[in-house]
Each structure stands twice: as C-alpha cells, then as structure tokens.
C-alpha cells in the first residue's frame, strides 16, 4: 500500500469528522443534519453519470478498477532497471547479443523483453527505436485517459453540488409561507455544494493527480529501458551505458545503481 495516500485518506477523513463532532460538541449543529442522502446520490450520481457521458465507457472502466492502483501503486525502479541494462550489456559484451534471449526469457517485463527479442532478431536500430517509442506513447495515452475520468468527476461534482443548491433553494421559496419546510430546504441547498466539494477535493482531483505520477514515473522507467536497449543494440561498454543512464535519475538515486548492476550482472 502507498503510504501517502493511506496517510492522506486517514488525515482527510479524521479533518472532517473531527470538524463536524467539534461542532457537534458546541452545540453548533447535529451530527444528522451533516448526513443529508438526497444530496449525496444527487452529487455522486451526478458526477459519474457526466463522467460516464463525457469518456468512454472502456475509460471509466478502466478508471474504477485503477483505484487499486491509486491505493497499492506498481513498483517503478528505474535504478534497478538501469542494473538490468548494465547485466544484460555485460551478457551481450560477454557471450553476444543471441545470448539476451535466454536471458530475458525468464523476465516479467513484457516490454522490455519486446525490446530485446527485436534486438536479437537483428532488426534495425531506427524501427526498434520507432516500434518502442509508439509503444510507450500509447502506453501514457491510455494512462492519461484513466487519470482524466478522475478528472472528469472533480469538475462536474461541484457543478451537481450547485444544482442542488438550486433545487433546495427552489423548495425553501417555494414554501417561504412554511417556517418548518425552510429549514430542510436550506440545509439541502448548502449540503450539496459542501459534498460537491468533497467528491472534487478529496477523491477524483488527488486520484487523477496520483495516477499522473505513476504515469509519468512509468514513462520515465520505460524511456530509460529503451535508451538502454539502443545502447546494448549499439555495442557501448557497459560502464559507458551505465553512466549514460544514470543521467536521467535524480542525484540521490544515482549511488543506488551499482547495487542493481551487480544484481544485473549475476543474471
């Protein structure tokens, strides 16, 4: 599990149930009148069905099932990716590149395994570059995708929290002549808007967010793979390819290289 988004979630739920009972506590408001379910199917029904109306229904999909994704994020190392080229530069220096395809047999990483299989068939260095490279951009379409239903859902939230202000406001003009109906009424209009609120600031604008991230660190691993492979492909000393690599980590990341190269080496 992400450790920040479990944080983020506890936090945000305790900063607003602890609101609420420490109003309660002064007699400010009562814990029923928060809870107000007319409004909470408007607004989350609401934003899902604009979602599901603006995306394709393949996206939103694909969105609800990246929650697990939001909550336990895949593990994205390009340190350790860079120790898997060097290894496989080693092998390829060592014992020529036919060599890789038993070694990247046993690999879970479909891409990279792609890549290497197009190498050991000898295919030229330019359409492997092209093959990998449209790979990879489908790959961050389909990402940026998923993220935008997220995003879909935090812009229309707020506009379905607004029209149940309206709608509450309707009722409570509506029987101005009832003291006893304004008060439901008005309680309505403004609980909409707090939920609209909620769904957009606690759910679908950090999920799109966190999504983006994961997206984006998987662009980068596969980017620093298919730099690699290109390297192998071009016959470049393992140490060059190693150093050449390491340009694309973050300093503090850099010293964590060697222990992946050696990793990759024993392969």
């Known amino acids: 599990m992400d450790k920040g988004t479990l944080i983020g979630l506890a936090l945000g739920a305790f900063s607003l149930i602890f609101s609420i009972l420490l109003a309660i506590e002064f007699d400010m408001v009562m814990f029923g009148a928060m809870i107000d379910p007319p409004s909470i199917v408007m607004v989350i029904g609401g934003a899902f069905a604009s979602s599901l109306i603006g995306a394709p229904f393949e996206h939103f999909t694909a969105a609800m099932k990246a929650h697990k994704i939001v909550l336990k994020p895949p593990k994205s190392d390009p340190a350790e990716a860079i120790g898997t080229i ?7 220096r060592k014992e020529g590149v036919l060599a890789l395809e038993d070694t990247v047999s046993n690999m879970d990483d479909e891409f990279l395994k792609k890549g290497i299989m197009l190498i050991v068939d000898g295919t030229d260095p330019e359409l492997v570059k092209g093959i990998m490279e449209t790979e990879l951009a489908y790959i961050e379409e389909r990402h940026n995708d998923v993220a935008d239903v997220f995003a879909k859902i935090a812009k229309f939230a707020p506009a379905w929290g607004m029209m149940g202000t309206l709608i509450g ?6 029987n101005l002549d009832d003291m006893a109906a304004i008060g439901p009424a008005m309680g309505m209009a403004l609980l909409t808007t707090f939920y609209g609120c909620v769904v957009a600031n606690f759910y679908g604008d950090p999920f799109s967010g966190k999504l983006g991230l994961v997206s984006k660190e ?5 980017t620093v793979l ?42």
């Not at 998987?218 to 596969?222: Q, S």
């Not at 503090?252 to 392969?267: F, H, I, L, N, T």
């Open 226 to 267: 298919i730099e690699g492979m290109l390297s192998i492909q071009a016959g470049e000393n393992p140490r060059i390819i190693e150093e050449k690599l390491k340009s694309f980590l973050a300093p503090m990341m850099r010293d964590r290289v060697g222990e992946g190269a050696a990793g990759g080496a024993a392969e």
């Open 169 to 174: 406001l309707i009722i409570m003009l509506q």
């Open 86 to 92: 060097v290894g496989l530069a080693n092998t390829a």
């Open 218 to 222: 998987e662009v980068l691993l596969k």
